[in-house]
């Protein structure tokens, strides 16, 4: 039987139990209609590894997993909720459908890990322990973001990194869809932006350098975008786990796909390629209406594929020198009544601010878009340590914690010199673990919108998705614990013992996490 | 509505009618128990993109599908079936549980290609034409052959790689796992075969070349392997889709890995390393007892990992170099009574032959096994073009077809310089549809002996799964063809208009087929 102290993230409270309830052929999961889905999404959990039926009815004959909406269960707020296992029944209440989803995954980890298997498992006996359980996140945004601008990532491992944050309960999977170095989602008005965008010559490779005539390349062209059908399943299955899918569309810098596509999105007007290597460039969008436009209409298909309430403009590392030699760029500025270029910038953000305000969205960016004035609606993702994010909360703004230091991932995992070469920089799983999302300079209210933190994948020195998953784990595991469970239990030696088990199951599901295999040297 | 045309491969029978049945949510599938396992894999099939519940249910009531076993239909053989569609009830009949599976994948292709989709898909009407099938295929040996000796391929991959068999209605997954470059299996008995011979410190690149001072290396370490736990997922996973997964343990010739790991099966004694480059080499399994037993040692724990009744033990490309300089292999050769080192070879594989023979498994190996006399129960995969298959048949042993031309599909698809560099030659999809493979000088008994074909995908020049997409499709949509369709049925033109909807489904699937994407240049 799996000691229910393997669990990860911790559940807020736990009382183990004597005895077990097992799996049988008998065993029916019983739910509301209202539930089906969610019950479904159970089964379909654990019948491949048991080879059980599982049948799902509407109410009880003997053994069975029931799950339940409970409006009393609206303390444990909108994720939270109950899980009690006895030797007789296994019962599942929460106020919302959202806490189901997490408690079914609690459950697959009080089961021995070959429940992870996709295919029936001879010789386990498929014993839950008795636990009563009350769980409910710390944090409401528990996120993960990944760079598929850089290196395209297959929708695949798109979907089994849904199934992975699902199992860690993590809850925004923030897809940073657009960069200079590709354009990753069909956009039906601009074709051009994925026929031409998505695709670049070459792709620099490790080692990292600024100067230019020490690069080094792939020598093969890459790339790679989804179709909106594509979207719309992944934002469906994302949805189906609990989880919500934040789009990125990077303005007014990181753009030159974009460019690359349309070159009147440019300053120059001039034709561009999409950019084969890694960095900040001066191309950076123009600031004529029709940029503004052309944008629009992106985000009208954008928010079309994505219920999301925020949506993700980008607005970090936007140079300004191509604004200050152009005279449309310096026409607005005057027109505008605008300082500078940096209030040109805030300018450009501000004016998706009350675009995305008015179709009842709002908008996030990186913590640039402080500079040169803060869009009223905006939310801050802090990510150049966390002084963005202490400004923009105390200013009465929401705040996403994202700092390079710990939860850029990729930065390396150790210091050894066996780790694979990359952007540099250096988080380890303890860094992660001993995170702490609330800056002591924040309380009550400040502290209060400090909505959670995610952790960061930069995909310049990950060219695939075995590379991602060596980099993501299990330092998410620390992550998502930090962001789930209440943090007088924080406790690295815990996580650590707790960990090995739960390497096991992500063993099982082929993630290749940092330790899995070792090459004998 | 998707006509009926689209499916691939093509039935022995098909006829349409007018009208249609629709899923909804009303609709049950009925199946007794003995067929339950195959009514849920359908269900798991059919229920992702639909979000229909789709119960199953011991008899039905209204609108269902119907699973049945029917002992009339042994005529159409052990894969054979029968699938009717009306507006009221779509029915499957097959005298075994291999029939239904087959029947199921038909049933997906009769849908729209949405039908593919992991999650929920708005606004289509899951229509299914009215048709009467009945379908069996023309071989029973329709294999997809995969090398990941040379370059290791997650688990991941070789589930979703059944999948796509599956679909096509292939069903042998032979599962090359030993190289000189790697060995992947786990061997309890034996750790250091996976400690130490399932890594390697570099990988060659393209270009290919035979001169070593011109090799070109990726300049990274390389490995992995699958556990004992993985390969029993995979072979059940494979059961469950009407597949038998073929092992093959590669000697004498390409062992150097488990050479590496244990020095003392070798003819020298000495250390040697994995192999980072591809091609041949003199190094070869020695041919003393304790190699005898060793490998019994292997094939102990194979045989209980695998049912298939054949089992694969390569035999090919075994230069004779160092039996020629070892005393022991002079000395094997006076004792045995042998002629040379060829016959010496032959005594090998005849070992294994009885052995696996006695515990009522059947060798196969690649055509040299032919050379110095054919082990008495061997079944031989003639892979140097036809000749071994024909003398084989000829002489009463079984073949299955994997000619260089065209069955290879390492080789490129095209002529064109934009190809992926590899390991040379060329494979068309016109020159695989057009394969035959029972060769014209075989008729009668001998015809009888060519139990099917397959596609043999090595990797040297594959590093990872998408590249193995690249080259596998569309090919091996056309090789399915050509052994499950009546060949009279045989018309490259229908088969080019109908794989343009089932590229659709490919595509859905994220297979990374050659032509889904086209880089602008």
Redesign the interface.
Known sequence: MVPPTALIPIPAQLTSRSGAFVLTAATQLTAPDIL??QA?LLR?QL?PAT?L?L??AASARGACISLALDASLARLGDEGYRLEVTPDEVSIHASRATGIIHASQTLRQLLPT?IF??????GVAWAIPSVEIEDRPRFAWRGSHLDVGRHFM???FV??HLDLLALHKLNVFHWHLTEDQGWRIEIKKYPRLT??GA?R?DSMTAPRTKDPTLRKFAG??H??FYTQ?DV??????A??RGITVLPEIEMPGHAMAAIAAYPELGNTGKPIEVLTYWGITDHVLGVGDNVLRFFEDVFDEVLELFPSKFIHVGGDECPKVEWRQTPAAQARIKSEGLKDEDELQSWFIRHFDSWLARRGRRLVGWDEILEGGLAPGATVMSWRGEQGGIAAAKAGHDVVMAPQKPTYLDHSQTELPTE?AGIGGHNSLEDVYAYEPVPKELNGEGARHVLGAQGQIWTEYMP?P?RVEYMAWPRLTALAEVLWSPPETRDFASFKSRLEMHLERL??L?V?YRGR?R???
């Open positions: 089906r889905s479904e379909d019948r080879g039926p049948a799902i070959a298997r996709r295919a029936p498992v001879s297959p929708k695949e979907l089994k026929e031409v695709w010559k093969k062209p790339g790679g059908d719309r399943e992944v934002v469906r299955y949805a189906e694979p695939d075995k063993a099982i082929d290749n295999f090459p004998p040297d």
